[in-house]
Nanobody, 124 residues
Framework: QVQLVESGGGLVQAGGSLRLSCAAS????????MGWFRQVPGKEREFVAA????????RYADSVKGRFAISRDNVKDAVYLQMDSLQPEDTAVYYC?????????????????WGQGTQVTVSS
């Protein structure tokens, strides 16, 4: 059973930075995508960024391009989301997910495993 544990969320002022981490365990497949999504109450889970584990190829939502960066650590089996120039509209619960494929899909329903989420709050 795949387990994902996010950490690194918190409260930050507008213009500040945070680095989210997602540690994975229990994975037995070798071709997959890891993605970051975010969700606010009453709205659907929104794609933020994704990375194909084997190739390192990345994809970003237009709203975060140039501000956020996704990366991975093969040794630690972890994925990270560096978030710079944070704005109040970035406030959400951030989730990492795993898709058993290399499509970097932006559709949350196609991801097979999810972490519990970590809250990011950006004050103005």
């Amino acid at each position: 059973q795949v387990q994902l544990v996010e950490s690194g969320g918190g409260l930050v002022q507008a213009g500040g930075s945070l680095r989210l981490s997602c540690a994975a365990s229990g994975r037995t497949f070798t071709v997959y995508t890891m993605g970051w999504f975010r969700q606010v109450p009453g709205k659907e889970r929104e794609f933020v960024a994704a990375i194909i584990w084997n190739s390192g190829r990345t994809r970003y939502a237009d709203s975060v391009k140039g501000r956020f960066a996704i990366s991975r650590d093969n040794v630690k089996d972890a994925v990270y989301l560096q978030m710079d120039s944070l704005q109040p509209e970035d406030t959400a619960v951030y989730y990492c997910g795993v898709e058993r494929g290399a499509t970097m899909t932006i559709q949350s329903q196609r991801y097979d495993y999810w972490g519990q989420g970590t809250q990011v709050t950006v004050s103005s």
